[in-house]
């Protein structure tokens, strides 16, 4: 059996992947199974933050996995220790706790809100409000979490105590007025939702109430975060600090992480047993995303916003297309043609782009040469341009 057989067998058919095998890439080519090259716009969803195969990144892993490739978390490790110091240091932030994914660092978040809410307000007072359009993870409390009811069919009963709203300072304050509310948890900019960013009146008006009712903020950076946006954390273009950032996608390049830190409020909501991960904190992974981390400089963001800068203004307001949204490299096409339709007419022409509900998504690695992504967004915009046949 050929691999597309051998998948389609044994492998839980959980995703409508496309018909091509990925073999190997280097930093933003990849070539399939018949040598074919693409340029990629999709960094394996966010995460290949320094592109494929980044000599740097794999020297950074590949050191650490001939020192100790894994301990348990009864031992200390520098690469854990070194990273949470550098998060916390670029963020403002106070304390880490390291997992294995974006649901994971967002549960982590959860819990850590509603124990800091019940101290202070009581055991009623539980609820998390997010977003509609959001996206938070796929584990049953992270699902609940996620404003988007079409992801919670069969799998009911969810979690209970969560609740979302449009992203209105009228409908945030009716939702909170309706009960005691933990925390809000939103992304700065929705990604699965479709690429939209909240706008600055909303993130005004809901850091307001938050702080009128000591309501946690917590942002969602698993996919907008570690420099996507063109600052190091989206929430850096809004002008306050949440009181929790969870993160994971880019931070790792390549290999899980996730990562939930915790602000001044909530330092020391955590204390020995109260959470933990086997892998959480692994070192090899570590000391890959402390690299990762030290590539993500004021040089490398001010490229991603040029980069960014060139994308829109060769998109917006072409014709084929309705509207470009989002914020850094991080980019949402509406496409007049199905999304579906732009994505693999981009494949046959050698450009791996993504979706977003009825947009066409870009999120190449962070570092795309420029003449790269010069081409492929070239390609994108003639595919969307073209009468269909
Ligand atoms: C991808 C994503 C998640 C879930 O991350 P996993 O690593 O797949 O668990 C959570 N939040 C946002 C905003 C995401 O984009």
Redesign the pocket.
Known sequence: MNVFELDRQYVAPTYARFPIQIVKGKGSLVWDHQGKQYIDLGSG??VNSLGLADNGWIQAVTAQLGAVQHTSNLYYTEPCAELAQQLCLRTGMKKVFFS???????ECAIKAARKYACEKKGPDAYTIVTLND??????LT?LAATGQSAFHQHFLPLTPGFVSCEPTAEDLRKTVAQQKTAAILF?IV???GGVLPLEAEFVEAMVALAREQDILLIA?????GNGRSGKLYSYMHYGFTPDIV?T??GLGGGL?I?ATMLGEKAEHVFTPGLNGSTFGGNPAVCAGAQYVLGQIDETLLSQVQEKADYVFQTLQGCKGIQSVTGLGLMIGVKPVKPAKQVVQACMDRGVLVLTAKDRVRLLPALNIPFPLLRQAVEILKEVCTEESV
């Open positions: 969803i966010a294995n994914s974006g649901a994971e660092a967002n959001s996206f938070h993870g796929r584990t992270t992304e929705r990604g699965e969602d950076e698993v996919q907008c969870t994971a996608k899980p996730g």
